[in-house]
């Protein structure tokens, strides 16, 4: 019987907002006013956004040139595998009507590439490319090592089908006159991209640091020769390496290949006038050439 | 057992200790045995099959972790909680176990811990101590080796019961000392604790249904996806191969459309995503622990609160259709007290005003004042003064009655420490009677096997105790035959009216009529009555019969017979006394709760063991039944074609009115009827009653009666099932479970209901009187029945409506989160290449999405618990089971579906031709990724910010934080730190920042949130505007009146108090007074109605009537030994 008397008071639930749920809460209501209100709010909002987008998207200017057509027989030549090193070129002339002004950008646009496929986009090393480890090449299948056994640098599927088509955009001043459009190689790519995830080993010498390793397969040149021009644009910092092993999210995309030097005629931008660029070819899918200003943004 | 004795020697290595374990794990077997347990589970054992399919490398499209984390977290907190209810069952263990007994070892007395007693040990139990083991009695301090025990936790009947031990051993110990039979597991106890039937709830069968669809649509996607693949490798994979090159051994695109099957099954596996059972499992224990919190549940009386003994049927509650009540200790209290008698003609306790009109009890009317008494009971209050007079004035009849309630009876006196009177009885009615007339004077002190002590008006009187002729199930009568101090020999005898009756001398005619008139008044008002009657016996008479009993009491053949014949002999011409009058009280709040829960739709029906007369009077005293209904139909037939024919006649009547009002309100149209005007429905097809005694039901419930009493009972408002056995509750209870497929609540208190109770989808008990058993059967136990209208109406009603919002949105949920995927499939050359980061997909529905959608499954409350309760028709919704069946879960899987779409094509358009501000791409994978994760948190956030329509702290807290943890954990496994350690693991360096730095990102989220969550606004506006259910209206009139709220429950609470205020026991009487009166006196005025059946109602319930009927009942063999309460 004391028992029960103690637990009397101990078994009285207490009387907290909580335990009897009596918490002050707000009550959500679907009034008219508020829907409503929300409701305009947000259209103003998205109507101005869109109209602001549009606008922007109006003042940039955007040029796309396919050249698999043109470049036709090069095409060919590579369908058979055994060519594979053999260069081509093809020359597209082509007239822009406009002058680009600010900012312009040159881009390679390919179409149909699957670089979101599951298993491509996972043959790739980050240790190795931060270069921690130039042999680790565990997580590269298919592209792990060569027939005898060295590893392969870069490793993976994803470095080994880079896109190493060269670009060379001249400007007919008059029809005799050609000069090349200057582009800069740099400021391509996210700079956690080039400080954080792409390291090579060293600088001294690169060509020692990758000493016992192989270039993948399809490319021409190993990973320390990919700018002959800029020595410190090569190994694993090289822009165009970077900007390729970022992969995409669709099969069709574009990414960066250079951004226009302002100097000299281009101050401004692109002027208007006849243009012409010269491709080294090597990439079997669809791609395109693509000039863009960007010089709002939005 | 004289037998079990010798065997115990030579079997004692037989035989287990007195340890009791009822947990089931210790520390080292505890992981083994729980993982085992875990993992027969299907949902684990799924996941962990998914976990060794992402081991083979050819197949996985996860990392392994994306699944081993949240199953590791899932199995971790199971295994706690197992963990903790095992810790508290070692300590319930260890407290029993460690009880102490007296134990005789080395012939001394020592105490002895109850886990070492071993069986061949001798104890010695005193007073009020718990029994150690399952024992023999070897003697007792009582005279003749009696003892009384009570076995409340055995089969939970807290009458004492009697047992003696052999007369051999009586005589070796003054004490009670007991040999142990049984030990530990093997005792009665352990032995009749059964594994309790699992229970499960409709949802919970629904839900299973669904994962199976789930299950199939999921592969269905993969099959899809797989023949897209072989599709795709063949036609465009060709052209990749340079690329790619096929692995060895899968050289085909059809082997690679195989795997990309199984890799897609695993991606696509968190549209039934792990957390699912457990968040359930987790909102229903906060339920339940709502329930055990309410204080508005708890009964501060008994110290009692409500509790949820099982905590994973709490939605069930919501969905009850009906609910089957036992009567003794549910609707009422068990509680007897004497309210009237009659003694030679004149009724006593009646109230009359002025005008000699009787009038109610109301609690400005002073009580007879008994305190001059020495000995009176508290809570016993008369208010008819003129009995006392009568004693006073030295009525001899009047003395001699109460003389007889002195005596008669089995009761047994002790004397507690403060020197009080404690009376343990065997029957309440009994100690009401023996009560009663302690108050009016004549007390019972003590009693010895041969001599009975009262005290008459204050002198103590001793009759010698010559032979007691007791109760049985087919006597229905006690009497004792005393020997006065003149040396006179009585006989009295009390029983029931219809057998006493029988065994009067004829001179007692007129006093008999009126008495029985007197009775049926009484029974009227529901009262519980007893005749009364002595015998003056000759002293040679008795001796001679006297010598032919203890003949008898010695034979070897025919024994009880012989008794039997003798018990008749001497109870015949006895003079009439009169009649007592018991209440059997009503619970607390007991018509309000019917009434409340009939306006909710819920059908009651009352199956109880007590007799037909008294069960429709405490029906009338419910509000149960009521005069203004259309009709009672009665079954009482005793062989199965007359039980057939009646319940034929009820049924025509029923149609054959019904068509009147409308045709074809066929029941099985009442699924359909989903409107909440119900009232309009119940006038138009009338309130009619059913009322089916146990031996017709056991024909009824034959298998070709079986549909045509269901249909009958359940057209009927009324259920009354009175003398049933406690197998034939659980059959009544199967029947509707079976063949109407409704939810069906058993609410009991004691061991009879226990069947009942299991059988029942829903088991309450009672934690009343009667003893434990049915609550230890019941899966909700509180202590008063008006606490069931909370019960339903508030937290089952919130419990079904949190559930079914937290299933509709974690399917939803879960269908956003995993479609992309699939439209995914489409550009990534079926490739099984998942949308999101790999952490993403494994903390996005244990940490990202969890919280919020637990807070609101455990807090969300449409309208309040007041409103609830004010408006039960809120309750409908629940029993048509509107708010999750499977038409809203495709609404959710449309809308999950609507959303994944939104998420991935909005990004893919925006992605499409998007470059960065500063002319870098940011249409890469990774971005894509981080896009779409954030997009889907924001837009499942703003989601559940609007499903969650009772907004605490606690919601903004775990909403806001979710989104808070989703961009910090974001950033941080984007930071350059982590990828310097992990680099493999964590590629996406970077990727947060840049992202999120972007102005176009965030326009895609933000269209991407607008376009999915505004449809969905604007459909709800809609349809609370245009068609708003009845909460909706609630709420909208609980904002209109917020002022004018708190005046409203104010009125309720004073009408509350003043109640409370009137006393402990008026305040049942204030109800129940007005209801019998108004019942009583609406008979009264009324003229009968129209129905014939409630005219031979009336007609069978007249008491000469039953007189002349000889026969006598046969069911009182079915019933218990409870039926001492007439």
Redesign the interface.
Known sequence: MEETSQHCLSRLPDNSALKQQKLPAHRLCFTATRVLSVFFTMATFCLCMGSILIVSARSTQAIEINYTRTCANCAKLRETASNFDKECTCSIPFYLSEKMMGNVYMYYKLQGFHQNLYRYIRSRSNRQLVGKDVKAVEDCSPFKTSNNKTPIVPCGAIANSMFNDTIILSYNINSSVQIKVPMLKTGLTWWTDKYIKFQNPSFKNLADEFRGTTKPPNWPNPIYELDKKDPRNNGFLNEDFIVWMRPAAFPTFKKLYGRLNQTHHFIEGLPAGNYSFNITYNILLSVSFWIENLAVGF | MSNALPQTNTMLFLFQDNRIHTSKYNILTFLPINLFEQFQRVANAYFLCLLILQLIPEIS?LTWFTTIVPLVLVITMTAVKDATDDFFRHKSDNQVNNRQSEVLIDSKLQNEKWMNVKVGDIIKLENNQFVAADLLLLSSSEPHGLCYVETAELDGETNLKVRQALSVTSELGADISRLARFDGPDTKLMQNSGKTKFKRTSIDRLMNTLVLWIFGFLICLGIILAIGNSIWESQ?GD??R????W?EGEKSSVFSGFLTFW?YIIILNTVVPISLYVSVEVIRLGHS??I????KM?Y?RK???AEARTTTLNEELGQIEYIFSDKTGTLTQNIMTFKRCSINGKIYGEVHDDLGQKMEVTQEKEPVNFSVKSQVGREFQFFDHSLLESIELGDPKVHEFLRLLTLCHTVMSEENSAGELIYQVQSPDEGALVTAARNFGFIFKSRTPETITIEELGTPVTYQLLAILDFNNTRKRMSVIVRNPEGQIKLYSKGADTILFEKLHPSNEDLLSLTSDHLSEFAGEGLRTLAIAYRDLDDKYFKEWHKMLEDANVATEERDERIAGLYEEIERDLMLLGATAVEDKLQEGVIETVTSLSLANIKIWVLTGDKQETAINIGYACNMLTDDMNDVFVIAGNTAIEVREELRKAKENLFGQNSNFSNGHVVGEKKQQLELDSVVEETVTGDYALIINGHSLAHALESDVKNDLLELACMCKTVVCCRVTPLQKAQVVELVKKYRNAVTLAIGDGANDVSMIKSAHIGVGISGQEGLQAVLASDYSFAQFRYLQRLLLVHGR?SYFRMCKFLCYFFYKNFAFTLVHFWFGF???F???TVYDQWFITLFNIVYTSLPVLAMGI?D?DVS?QNSMDCPQLYRPGQLNLLFNKRRFFICVLHGIYTSFVLFFIP?GA???V?G?????I???????VTMATSLVIVVSVQI??D????????HVFIWGSIAIYFSILFAMHS?GI??IF??QF?F???A??SLTQ??IW?VIL?TT?ASV?PV??F??LK??LYPTLSDQI??W??AQKKAKPLRSRRTRTRRSSSRRSGYAFAHQEGYGELITSGKNMRAKIPPPTSELEKTHYNSTSWIENLCKKTTDTVSSISQDKTVKL
């Open positions: 499209s465009i052209q990749f340079t690329f790619l090159f692995n890799s622990y709502f055990n919190w309410d204080r708890y501060s110290a009692t609160p919130w550009f990534c050359g490739s099984a290449q807090f409350q618990d893919y992605f499409y031709n470059a501000e500063d002319g870098q791409h249409s890469d994978y990774q971005s894509f990724a910010a609007l969650t329509s009772y907004w605490t702290f606690i919601n350059n990828f310097g680099p493999n590629p360096v970077g990727n920042r840049h102005k176009c326009l269209l607008v505004m606004v604007a709800r506006f609370v505007d709420r909208q609980q904002k």
